[in-house]
């Protein structure tokens, strides 16, 4: 697990998977260390010992006050449970269309639902919750904000193959879209490109990316490029 610190106490923990796509995949979890931490994305169950050796580097893991995750999946919310039962103080927080589905019956503790906009106090981070229904993926997706540091906790947006650095300033439009060629994970709806134009509003510095590198610059124009990348494979699937 390797751990670099991408924003101000915002952490990223990364494991390198050689054999996930044709040259390798990243499952980046990131904790926002505060006087309330929260983790976003936990990881498969079966890695949460690796997860639990990285956090107690940056902090006691039973210090953790919320866990979360852009949708459902292993990758995303595999150790759930496993974390609940490490930090007694903690509560899954998610959308409320994510809670109400799945996550009333999934979590050993009842999860704290979110509406769209929502802010959660941290300390001295506010992290907002943001409905993004299909977008990229899972009618519950949701990412969130954190408004002190500009940064985007945008899940599985901007999934790039490959062992790359923590951060970088580079394009990442490119690897994004040979990702999406290789896997064709996201839906093309024509709230795709929408969606993720709204989110270009929010000016974020920071893209903590789920599968690959973190990219620090112009958030704005790097989202905007993908909206339109997936309406241009949206027109092409049209016609």
Request: with cysteine; proline share 6%.
């Amino acid at each position: 697990m390797q751990i670099a610190e991408i924003a101000d106490h915002i952490y990223r923990f990364s494991m390198f998977v050689p054999d996930v796509g044709p040259t390798g995949f990243t499952f980046n979890q990131y904790l926002i260390n505060d006087e309330r931490p929260l983790l976003f994305h936990t990881g498969h169950r079966a890695t949460f010992p690796l997860l639990a050796e990285a956090v107690a580097t940056i902090t006691p893991l039973d210090r953790l006050r919320w866990i979360t995750f852009g949708h459902l999946e292993a990758d995303e919310c595999g150790a759930m449970n496993e974390l609940l039962a490490a930090a007694p103080q903690a509560e899954v927080a998610h959308g409320a269309l994510g809670c109400m589905v799945s996550l009333n019956d999934l979590a050993d503790r009842p999860p704290c639902p979110l509406a769209d906009g929502q802010v959660i106090e941290l300390g001295a981070h506010r992290v907002r919750h943001i409905d993004t229904p299909h977008v990229p993926h899972g009618w519950e997706a949701r990412i969130l904000y954190e408004e002190t540091t500009n940064t985007l906790l945008c899940g599985d947006l901007f999934t790039q193959l490959g062992n790359g650095p923590a951060v970088t300033n580079e394009d990442i439009i490119g690897a994004a879209a040979q990702a999406e060629d290789v896997f064709g994970a996201s839906c093309l709806t024509p709230n795709t490109g929408p969606t993720i134009r709204r989110l270009a509003d929010l000016s974020p510095t920071t893209l903590a990316v789920m599968h690959g590198s973190c990219f620090v610059g112009d958030g704005s124009t790097a989202l905007l490029a993908l909206a339109d990348e997936y309406d241009r494979r949206l027109s092409d699937a049209r016609s």
